[in-house]
């Protein structure tokens, strides 16, 4: 069993604990979170990578992994989350539990001081950043920001979101736009930096077999050079409730093989905070998220219209996005299709054995979670930009107690607004 206990160590700067003795690793991490704005999200961005270059004490990354390997190897990495209109900027740390170490050191203190330190005390070159690391990180995340376009699939969805959100905030990419890459200098990033250890709202995590009294005087004494502010920013998410009178279609070619088709729905404004959130988890399980969903048992399977088709929930923005992968001259096939296996679910053409395959799928997914420190810091990051505290054996136990007729009236809230499709240079539909 674990025992999850939430804790505000300063204000606006929250503690996710989870005490458990099922890993022989510590994991932790630390996130600034803010609202997705073009203007400062390459910035954003670019922050944590800078960061890791070096701090004070360690000022290259060669010292910096010196210090990982006196730690018996741990590992420290930057990260960029999207959660909804939630830009997170994080670093995660995976650190041997301390009942592992030859000597039995306490590694957990000083693993978090070194996280710290690259966070809160960079090393500098005339009062801003160096210019060597800022430049270096500009690059790799102009590099990160054209590889998107390598992997067509998961391109086809951030067109997608691009397209259906083009109005608000979601449709802004997690690394801000190339432009806005090119025009950061080592002040502008300096700057930006102080504006969002004073103003964002920050989320700590820890996951390991030290005790919570432990893990909260430990994460004080790190952070404790965190500005204090008691009017931190807590990032909203809007939830738009209606689509587009009719569908908004977008087509692109682009040098492929194969065609992405990609649909977003509105969910009539069901998010994470609704009481209905468990009964739309349902329905996209049965309709398309998992391996025995209408879309892949029929769409894909059946009628062999796609090479892949499946949904998932941008949960704190009430969307249903689908990917499918088609041959051109399936378009309209497998557009139709997809609609059809909708109006389905819509019409209560639900087998008992689809929902009950569907809520022992989503239930088992919920409790392997607790199998995994990386997948459970998401889940509670997740949490935390929603405001909420629900763990996943609640959520799980939540979703057990849902209807088919709930499921079929979420079915019928769904809205479609957007389709994306990326076709071949040439190519007819």
Known sequence: MSQVVRTQLFPGVNLTAVHTEKFKSNY???????????????????????????????????????????????????????????QCMSFSASFLDDAYALNGEQLLEPALELLSELLLRPLTEDGVFCREYVEGERANLVDRIRAQLNDKRQ??????????????????????????????????????????????????????????????????????????????????????????????VVEEALDVTQGKLAMGFRTDGIGVWDEEYPALMLFNAVFGGTSMS?????????????????SSLEKLKGLMLISSGIEFEKFEQARDEILAQLSACQQGDITDDELEGARRIMSAALQTML?????????WLGMAAAGMHETPEQLAARLEQVTKEQVIAVAGRMHLDTIYFLKGKGAAR
């Open 28 to 86: 932790f991490g630390v996130s600034l979170l803010t609202g997705l704005d073009r203007s400062c999200a390459a910035e954003n961005a670019l922050l944590p990578f800078v960061l890791r270059r070096g701090c004070e004490s360690h000022p290259d990354m060669q010292a910096i992994s010196a210090r990982l390997d006196e730690l018996y190897g741990g590992a420290i990495e930057p990260t960029i989350h999207k959660k909804g209109e939630i």
């Open 155 to 248: 391109y086809s969805m951030t067109r997608l979101g691009q397209e259906m959100c083009r109005y608000e905030a979601f449709g802004i990419s997690k690394y801000g736009d190339e432009g806005e890459v090119s025009a950061i200098t080592p002040h502008s990033l300096w700057t930006r930096y102080q504006t969002l250890l004073t103003t964002a709202q920050v989320e700590m995590f820890y996951c390991g077999s030290a005790a919570p009294e432990r893990v909260q005087q430990a994460f004080r004494s790190a952070f404790a050079l965190l500005p204090v502010n008691p009017d931190r920013e807590r990032p909203a998410c809007e939830l738009r409730i209606t689509a587009h009178p009719e569908p908004n």
């Open 294 to 310: 209408k879309l892949f048992m029929n769409v894909r399977e059946k009628l062999s219209l796609c090479y892949f088709a499946s």
């Open 371 to 379: 199998d995994s420190q990386h997948r459970m810091a998401d889940y």
